[in-house]
């Protein structure tokens, strides 16, 4: 059988899936709440820590959503990531 690594935690899972059973209930929850903070047609968001800030959702998560369904480009993301860089 082969071990499969949760893609959040790293924790080793048996099933097909990409994420831990734990991990899988949080992103779904996120993913929930990331759904109705953006269907409220939310004013001023201007980077994906504001969001983050403003939903309690991590900004990776957040990052994720916001790639997924399109409202960032991974170029955006790159900037992002490299900008919290801590030098
Ligand atoms: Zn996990």
Redesign the pocket.
Known sequence: MELRK??????F?SSEDD??????NTLSYNHTILKGFFDGAPTNIDSVSTVSSQTGVSPSIVENYMVANNMIDSSTLEKTSFANLPY
């Open positions: 949760c893609k959040n935690c790293g924790a899972i994420f831990c059973t734990s991990c899988a």
